[in-house]
């Protein structure tokens, strides 16, 4: 591992002359918004409606048309709901759960919390009732601004164990004309000043209470998707909203003609670092699509310029693209392959402005004009300049295809605590296997177990009434714990991230036994969904498979394979076949790596069912519960290891709407003895 | 709900036969404005012929169809579409290669009267007036959460989906009677949770008076106001959901009666 830290300072001291200078340029252009001394979002949107004014500030896609919002606009709904949320008896430091999906009123409504002294907290929308009354009531929530219908349904469900709940406030009216609650109220009703008397009464207040706020004002509550276990209230003050996104505006050279599309849950930090915090200081376009199902759609009409994906989300992506190359006619497939091979060689050195001779930039232009141009324009990708992916580390052959196609995609290291920047990849400095250097401002360093520690104005200010979470977590001088194992890669001076430092563990016989790291491999083939891998304390490794059902349904629509359910599909042979040849080819990689050898999988089974958030395991955010699905899958995991070849079990399942059944299978086991022990003595 | 008991429609004595095959046999039941009035009854018993008596598709031989207090005279179906009355079909009766936004646009006949000259130049008032169609089909594709397939060929979509498009077409009419011929017909339990949640907001939110057949008990119970029972072409009983479900005769057509 790696051990020299006067290197890693001077590769530091190097990339900080870096920012300097960047924040210099930046400073001529957009100086005023950086050094405006702002305290909080409410001023900096005051800021964008006088800066900005009629200049669309949020759109959204409403009726087959996109809507627009100005900041002016935006302005003056903020400040009306703000007078109707201190109407409504709302406090200084009381919170505020926001529950829906992304939509611009709801943006607002953060603002608008924030703007009167209260602590605005998004929930996951899709959360099951019962999930909610952990976070409601932990943080004794006077006030819910939900989007619609099913929200106010699942809070009406619950009001027993959320008592302390007094308003309930919907965006959308649809379906609640005849609900009869006193607590219920629309937005639009909300945010009307001519329905308030006494308005002066209230302005007055609202004047005093804005004066108040400072940098360490309480931001934002978040809650953490809880990979390990019940989950964690992050406090994040102003300052690290606002000293986060202006190292992150720094970074990427961002300005207010960027646009972003945001369709990430509104709990999760990156959503709110980016939206917000980027998003207001900025004063790009914050846009918001139709619907879940629409967001390609809506994102090929909009071209953000600034974008994030989790890896999920370009592997999907790079999937659809091959499946619909594959049922396309042979001239334009091998157009498409001609042309993505000379991608391959070129596309990133071009990116990256290295030498290439003139007939391949001849080839590769001719490329774009065919292919590579109509192609990211299908994807919504074709105005990107910066492409964000982080939360997990990304097949090298997606990142690959994506930036041989032109896109900036980069990787970045965040987290919950840290309001997302930790770590970046600086434009041409891209290596799919590392995630940059740490944004201005970031001090890293790694403890002697190996773990990462960082320190910046972003990292968070406590857990919500958990001081000794906090204590374990931040240490005096303000050094972050990730929880993560990793070191400085010596070549670039990049962060390079193994794996959580408390799953890394050791196999029987004292080798290291780093499970994600072979999961991921294990990954990046677009057949498996998920893996999780067992063997800490074991003599060997063995692994449960999901498949993924849209690539492999489509592979066994091809080979005439009929199956009913997924359940069918998972425990076909064929799929057992393809998905032992793909851990062959994971053993022999690993057969590679003189630390990882043995962590090779010996056994494995295809589960019956998709790892569900509805059951817990795997979170919101879609990382897998380790704990818990060892706990729930122990019969199947005792027989992965007592040479059993099937197993019947039975698995409770939790549907949409909260109910729960059961679906019981008997699954196959499968040994790869065979090459595992070639691959050993190889 | 504030139902005022207020008749949209009345049917009185209907007699219905085809050829010696009596399908309805002198039945009367009536509509309230603003409710959810079920229809239910084995297979066999009726119940899509007295939807094709409502809606002017099937003309009864004996009886009277009373709408909003007049009543009606031979018509033909169209023009009972544009007194108000809109329906979906037991087995999906969509046009399977137009989009979906273009099925629900269909919906909208009633409602556009320029030529189809106009219509062709796209002038005197024939733009604006898609404009205006186009808003309603864009507020029901909204209701229905059906954006993503807006643009997508109806034929390639699945029967749920192509359920709630049907559903789409009648509602873009923006009908004040919804006949709605086993909506729910092979949907599994989450897909009836939705269809039953569209149905009953369709009433409270556009006040629509809505009558369907419905195989599903668990569903007609749960969402109706008043039910009306048919077993071989007769009424066999009538009333709220706890009043048929204690009703005897609906129990034994249903569970069947041993011989004594």
């Known amino acids: ?682 | 709900m504030n139902k005022e008991n207020i008749k949209m429609m009345d049917i009185k004595n209907i007699v219905l036969r085809f050829g010696g095959v009596v399908a309805i046999q002198n039945i009367s039941f009536d509509i309230f404005k603003g409710e959810i009035r079920a229809i239910i009854g084995p297979n066999g018993a009726g119940k899509s012929s007295m939807l094709n008596v409502i809606n002017g598709f099937y003309h009864p031989q004996e009886g009277e169809v009373w709408f909003r207090g007049k009543k009606r005279g031979s018509m033909k179906p169209y023009q009972i579409a544009h007194q108000g009355i809109a329906r979906t079909f037991q087995n999906i009766a969509l046009f399977k290669g137009m989009t979906a936004l273009d099925n629900i646009m269909t919906g909208r006949f009633t409602h556009m009267k320029k030529g189809i000259f106009s219509q062709m130049i796209w002038e005197g008032g024939a733009s604006r007036e898609e404009y205006e169609n186009r808003e309603v089909v864009e507020k029901v594709i909204d209701f229905l959460e059906i954006q993503h397939i807006r643009k997508t060929p109806v034929g390639a979509l699945p029967y749920g989906l192509q359920k709630r498009v049907e559903l789409g077409r009648a509602l873009a009419a923006e009908p004040e009677l919804l006949l709605l011929d086993e909506p729910m017909a092979g949907m599994n339990v989450e897909e009836k949770e939705d269809m039953s949640r569209y149905i009953l907001d369709v009433n409270s939110e556009f006040e629509t008076t809505v009558a369907l057949i419905e195989h599903d008990m668990g569903v007609v119970m749960d969402i109706s106001d008043r039910v009306v029972v048919m077993d071989y072409g007769k009424k066999i009983g009538d009333g709220t959901p706890d009043e048929v479900r204690n009703n005897q005769a609906v129990i034994d057509a249903y569970l069947g009666v041993s011989e004594h």
């Open chain 1, 1 to 682: 591992m790696y051990n020299g830290k006067v290197n890693y300072k001077t590769k530091l001291a190097k990339s900080n002359l870096k920012y300097i200078s960047a924040y210099l340029r930046l400073k001529v252009k957009w100086g005023h918004l950086l050094t405006d001394n702002l305290n909080t979002l409410p001023a900096i949107l005051k800021r964008n409606s006088i800066k900005f004014a009629e200049k669309p500030a949020f759109r959204e896609k409403e009726f087959g048309i996109w809507q627009s919002w100005s900041w002016k606009d935006v302005y003056e709904f903020v400040n009306n709901l703000s007078l109707g949320l201190i109407s409504l008896g709302i406090k200084e430091g009381d919170h505020i759960c926001i529950i829906g999906r992304n939509r611009p009123h709801l943006y607002w409504s953060i603002i608008a919390a924030q703007n009167v002294g209260a602590i605005p907290t998004p929930l996951y929308q899709d959360a099951v009732a019962q999930e909610m009354i952990f976070p409601i009531s932990h943080c004794s929530a006077k006030m819910a601004i939900v989007e619609n219908q099913e929200q106010v349904d699942k809070l009406i469900e619950i009001k027993k164990d959320i008592h302390l709940l007094k308003n309930i406030i919907y965006l959308d009216p649809r379906g609640l004309r005849n609900y009869k609650k006193n607590n219920l109220s629309s937005l639009n009703d909300i945010s009307s000043p001519d329905k308030l008397n006494n308005i002066t009464k209230f302005q007055t207040e609202l004047k005093k209470r804005q004066a108040k706020q400072n940098l360490d004002t309480k931001s934002i509550l978040l809650y953490t998707s809880g990979t390990t276990g019940r989950s964690k209230g992050v406090v994040l003050s102003n300052k690290n909203v606002i000293e986060s996104g202006k190292a992150g505006i720094v970074f990427d050279k961002i300005d207010s003609n960027f646009s972003l599309i945001c369709y990430l849950p509104m709990a999760w930090v990156g959503d709110f670092a980016f939206s917000m915090g980027l998003g207001l200081q900025s004063g790009m376009c914050i846009c918001c699509p139709e619907s879940a199902e629409t967001l390609h759609d809506d994102m090929r009409e909009i071209g953000p310029s600034y974008f994030f994906g989790p890896p999920r989300f370009f592997e999907s992506l790079l999937t659809s693209v091959n499946l619909k190359i594959d049922d396309a006619g042979s001239f334009k497939r091998a157009l498409f392959n001609y042309f993505m091979s000379v991608a391959k060689e070129n596309g990133e050195k071009i990116l990256e402005n290295k030498s290439v001779g003139i007939i391949n930039r001849i080839k590769y232009f001719m490329g774009e004009i065919f292919i590579y141009g109509p192609l990211k324009n299908r994807m919504g990708l074709s105005k990107t300049k910066v492409g964000y992916t982080a939360g997990e580390a990304i097949g090298p052959e997606i990142f690959q295809f994506f930036r041989s196609l032109g896109i900036n995609l980069k990787q970045l290291y965040g987290q919950t605590e840290a309001c997302v920047f930790v770590t970046c990849q600086p434009d041409k400095q891209v290596h799919p296997e590392t995630v940059g250097v740490p944004v201005k401002g970031v001090e890293l360093k790694i403890s002697n177990s190996g773990e990462v520690l960082y320190r910046s104005p972003g990292s968070f200010v406590e857990y919500f009434k958990d001081p000794s979470n906090t204590k374990k977590t931040k240490d005096r001088e303000g050094w972050v714990a990730t929880g993560d194992a990793g070191f400085i890669d010596e070549e670039t001076g990049h962060l390079k991230i193994i794996d959580r430092a408390k799953d890394v563990g050791k196999l029987k016989q004292g080798s290291l036994f780093a499970p994600k790291y072979v999961e991921n491999k294990l990954k990046f083939y677009p057949n498996i969904l998920e893996a999780v891998l067992f063997g800490s304390g074991k003599e060997y490794c063995v692994a449960m498979i999901n498949i993924d059902l849209t690539a492999v349904g489509n592979w066994a629509e091809k080979n005439n394979i009929s199956y009913a359910s997924y359940q069918e599909l998972a425990g076909h042979p064929d799929v057992y076949k393809m998905v032992a040849e793909h851990i062959r080819e994971v053993n022999l990689s690993l057969s590679n790596d003189k630390n990882l050898s043995n962590c090779q999988i010996r056994r494995f089974l295809v589960l019956h069912k998709e790892l569900d958030p509805d059951d817990g395991e795997i979170t919101r955010t879609r990382k897998v519960r380790r704990n818990l699905v060892s706990d729930k899958y122990s019969d199947l995991i005792k027989a992965l290891y007592d040479g059993s070849k099937e197993i019947y079990t039975e698995t409770e399942v939790t549907y949409e709407d909260g109910r729960k059944g059961k679906i019981s299978a008997s699954i196959v086991i499968q040994e790869l003895e065979e090459t595992f022990k070639k691959v050993e003595a190889a």
